[in-house]
């Protein structure tokens, strides 16, 4: 089945700086790559995600790439704030996403 | 109606206990999903439930009975449960056909089995 790898485990940046998460997949099928984020205590909310006829997808201070032949996908948050201080998971599925492959999640943390 | 709801928030039972978690949705999604989160890790799998038939179990314990009364409705039968099942269960529901990937995920009920 598929196997979803993620790094780092947890991120710390200051504000204003970029933060970057990545991940890897060993399914070749996986035509659907999700990022969602979690507050503690909240729902996962997806916030960017991507399908595997396009390379990259941006919206405002978010952005993800995907390398299809590496099988690795990238989120990119540019000018962090504190507000985006949450866990975020990255996911893949070879269903269009019937069934969701999970990251083992990584910590942003943005510091003041 | 952008949401998807749970009942209740929070719930204690002994292991003697049987008890029901409840999800609605109302966006029309004909797929449904049961996960566990255990603290610090991302959401398991449990069941899936695609046009009211389940599709996927994950080779869940018998303890967790999931139950789809209509396209709007998920329940989770609760009976019998351990210690360790404690965890935050999440619903989520998914549109079908093209361009409808995304999963949307209820707040979750945070169980404590004692």
């Known amino acids: ?112 | 109606d952008t949401e998807v709801t749970q009942t209740p928030k929070h719930l204690v039972m002994g292991m003697t206990n049987k008890k029901s978690l409840k999800c609605e949705q109302h966006m029309g999604h004909r797929a449904m999903y049961w996960y566990k989160q255990k603290a610090k890790k991302p959401p398991e799998l449990m069941f899936v439930y695609s046009y009211e038939k389940l599709s996927i179990n994950e080779s869940v314990p018998s303890r967790f009975s999931p139950e789809c009364p209509n396209s709007s409705l998920l329940n989770l039968h609760l009976h019998a449960l351990q210690p360790e099942d404690s965890a935050l269960y999440l619903c989520a529901s998914r549109g079908s056909g093209q361009g409808q990937e995304t999963q949307y995920f209820g707040p979750g009920t945070r169980l404590l089995v004692l």
Do not use: M
Not at chain 1, 18 to 40: H, R
Not at chain 1, 58 to 75: G, P, W
């Open chain 1, 1 to 112: 089945g598929e196997n979803v790898e993620q790094h780092p485990s947890t991120l710390s940046v200051q504000e204003g700086d970029s933060a970057v998460i990545k991940c890897t997949y060993s399914d070749s099928a996986s035509n659907y790559f999700p990022w969602y984020k979690q507050e503690l205590g909240k729902r996962p909310q997806l916030i960017i995600d991507i399908r595997s006829n396009v390379g990259e997808k941006k919206d405002q201070r978010i952005a993800v790439t995907l390398n299809k032949t590496a099988k690795h996908f990238s989120l990119h948050i540019t000018e962090t704030q504190p507000e985006d201080s949450a866990v975020y998971f990255c996911a893949a599925s070879t269903g269009g996403g019937n069934k969701l492959t999970f990251g083992t999640g990584t910590q942003l943390k943005v510091e003041l």
